[in-house]
């Protein structure tokens, strides 16, 4: 039942012009930061040719995307994630969800499944413009595979996070600005901590992709994550519980 959520949530955002909007101005953005990447890179190899140890273009190249990536993803989950649950209230068909034989965590999985796999699709644009580099040269696939496992992890924590502001309220609008608060004070904390032991580092979400984004694959940044993303997807729950309780 949790597929049959997700294709629905799947149709329901690549019927929407939205969606693809967002899609067309993603690769837009991305296509223009990796062009001017590797624009970058190329002028700076002679010099780089008189280093002993030069940093190689997926160093300067595709991880500079995919920390770019995360921040597109930043702005972009709020508009595919407010009509998940705030548009269902909005337009009434909330009360035939919750009535239909599907447990609560089924129907919450599903959207946030649905989200994820729309969001994936996104992550694999940088994806392939980093590997479209080995025309050109050999790749750290490596760094390149770490990079895209964080930034799956972090599009997982933006539905998660999204998916229950969008529980809170009927209108989609409020819970897009919501998100977009939310995920820009998370992206306040990791610019304004500038110690790196400073516990307010554990809130930022984009602090944990960084090491990703070095290529180090830390256990306690992926269980950070996974804990993030369970935690507000049981809130999530929750609320349509005490909702379908309340009547």
Do not use: C
């Amino acid at each position: 039942m949790i597929v049959a959520v997700a294709r629905k949530e799947l149709r329901a955002l690549f019927g929407s012009p939205l969606a693809w909007s967002v899609l067309a101005v993603l690769q837009a953005l991305l296509a223009y930061i990796f062009l001017g990447q590797l624009d970058a890179y190329l002028s700076l190899q002679p010099r780089l040719t008189q280093i002993a140890n030069p940093p190689g273009v997926t160093e300067m190249v595709a991880a500079p995307l995919f920390s770019a990536a995360a921040l597109v993803l930043l702005m972009a989950v709020p508009l595919l994630s407010m009509r998940l649950i705030a548009g269902e209230r909005r337009d009434r068909t909330l009360v035939f969800l919750l009535s239909a034989p599907l447990t609560l965590t089924e129907i919450v999985a599903g959207k946030f499944l649905g989200l994820l796999l729309f969001l994936a699709a996104v992550a694999t644009l940088p994806l392939l413009m980093a590997l479209s580099l080995y025309a050109g040269g050999t790749l750290d696939l490596g760094l390149i595979l770490a990079n895209f496992l964080g930034l799956l992890l972090l599009a997982a924590a933006f539905a998660a996070l999204g998916l229950f502001l969008s529980s809170l309220t009927a209108s989609p609008t409020v819970a897009g600005i919501a998100s977009l608060g939310a995920f820009l004070g998370l992206w306040v904390i990791n610019m304004a901590v500038s110690d790196p032991d400073s516990a307010l580092n554990t809130l930022s979400l984009l602090k944990h992709f960084e090491s990703f984004n070095r290529g180090l694959i830390d256990t306690a940044d992926i269980a950070y994550f996974l804990l993030f993303t369970a935690l507000f997807l049981a809130f999530t729950v929750r609320r349509l519980d005490n909702e379908r309780l309340g009547g």
